[in-house]
């Protein structure tokens, strides 16, 4: 079987996240030939080498199978069937929270390999009917495989959370963000809200900067203090992050699945998350839901588990149980099923 592990290059990335955590729950099961850092290198140039030089080399291997977790098949003929994972369609739905000069992804990459593909996967229901609607595939044909949660996202021994507060230079209680700072993952809302708060601890942002980025900036520039920047986190430092925070506010416009508030579900920590897209199908019942828009819910929300030890207890618990239902070997299984069906 031939991967595609170019999103192994961004491995805080979720697209990174999920290509190498299915492929470690996909281990012995077949004998693959990936192509992306660590491993053999898709060759140049950047569009002639991915799109018309590297299906030549697919096709010399002869492989039974071409898996793409990242969404996409090369222009040119593999050779085998195949199957690709769509993670999210947002582009295509909301096209102003992108930068431009994406044309040759949007308009042929994608689409193609969308009707190309032997077999499709969809991270959740939310993707799969925008997935059904905006593409000539029907819902029959698509197949939808939830993410999970690695088993390193877990609470934490008490005694070993002030290690993590020294390392990151925490307070005792703050509000944490994760994720890149980019128009849909809605920081603008929740730096209203906090700014709102009567008693508020600081809020924590560890992500890097994405794109169109300027106006948060400006927005967290004028609120001055109280805002910390962590920069991106290491993926095998986010269990240690969040078990120290005090809740994790996930205020995202679009989510193809919403692994954040489920890993930070994992480890113990309180979660309010957006009400959009597919989250709702993620955390279920274990978080506080809000409508991303609604300034004041934020607010409102955030005080709830900031000061009632009730209400924070209660997600606590909900949020550990829920997040024990997402694993990677449950996905790795149902993965392999849809692989090994399409290769015949």
């Not at 299906?55 to 291997?61: E, F, K, S, Y």
């Not at 979660?271 to 993620?282: D, G, I, Q, R």
């Given at each position: 079987m031939v991967v595609d592990g170019t999103a192994l290059a961004a491995p805080q990335?979720?697209?990174?996240?999920?290509?190498r955590e299915i492929l470690a729950a996909l281990a012995g099961r077949a004998r693959f030939t990936i192509y992306g850092p660590g491993?053999?290198?898709?060759?140049?140039?950047?569009?002639?080498?991915?799109?018309?030089?590297?299906?030549?080399?697919?096709?010399?291997?002869?492989?039974?199978l071409f898996f793409g977790p990242m969404g996409?098949?090369?222009l040119g003929r593999v050779g085998c069937p195949s199957v690709v994972t769509i993670h999210d369609l947002a582009i295509y739905i909301r096209p102003e929270w992108f930068p431009p000069g994406q044309p040759l992804s949007t308009r042929l990459v994608v689409p193609r390999?969308?009707?190309?593909?032997?077999?499709?996967?969809?991270?959740?229901?939310?993707?799969?009917?925008?997935?059904?609607?905006?593409?000539?595939?029907?819902?029959?044909?698509?197949?939808?495989?939830?993410?999970?949660?690695?088993?390193?996202?877990?609470?934490?021994?008490?005694?070993?959370?002030?290690?993590y507060r020294r390392r990151f230079e925490l307070p005792e209680r703050f509000i944490l963000f994760v994720g890149s700072i980019e128009p849909r993952k809605n920081l603008t809302t929740l730096l209203q809200a906090w700014?709102?708060?009567?008693?508020?601890?600081?809020?924590?942002?560890?992500?890097?900067?994405?794109?169109?980025?300027?106006?948060?900036?400006?927005?967290?520039?004028?609120?001055?203090?109280?805002?910390?920047?962590?920069?991106?986190?290491?993926?095998?430092?986010?269990?240690?992050?969040?078990?120290?925070?005090?809740?994790?506010?996930?205020?995202?416009?679009?989510?193809?699945?919403?692994?954040?508030p489920l890993e930070s579900m994992a480890c113990g920590t309180p979660?309010?998350?957006?009400?959009?897209?597919?989250?709702?199908?993620?955390v279920g019942e274990a978080a506080l839901l809000v409508n991303p828009a609604d300034v004041d819910g934020w607010t409102a929300a955030l005080e709830r588990v900031l000061h009632d030890p009730g209400v924070a207890s209660d997600l606590r618990r909900k949020g550990v149980v829920r997040a024990a239902?997402?694993?990677?070997?449950?996905?790795?299984?149902?993965?392999?099923r849809v692989l090994e069906r399409a290769a015949g």
């Open positions: 990335a979720g697209i990174g996240t999920y290509t491993h053999r290198l898709i060759p140049g140039p950047r569009f002639a080498g991915r799109h018309l030089v590297w299906p030549g080399r697919i096709r010399r291997l002869a492989p039974d996409q098949l090369p390999s969308i009707e190309r593909a032997t077999s499709l996967i969809a991270v959740s229901q939310n993707t799969a009917r925008d997935l059904a609607s905006l593409f000539d595939r029907r819902l029959e044909e698509i197949t939808v495989i939830q993410e999970g949660v690695a088993p390193g996202f877990h609470p934490l021994p008490v005694e070993q959370l002030p290690a700014a709102q708060l009567p008693d508020r601890p600081d809020l924590v942002i560890a992500g890097a900067w994405g794109w169109k980025y300027e106006p948060i900036r400006d927005q967290i520039e004028r609120l001055g203090p109280g805002v910390r920047l962590l920069g991106p986190v290491e993926p095998a430092d986010l269990p240690g992050l969040y078990n120290v925070a005090t809740v994790l506010a996930h205020p995202a416009h679009y989510e193809g699945f919403g692994l954040t979660v309010v998350s957006s009400n959009a897209a597919s989250l709702p199908e993620v239902e997402f694993t990677w070997e449950k996905a790795g299984a149902r993965t392999w």
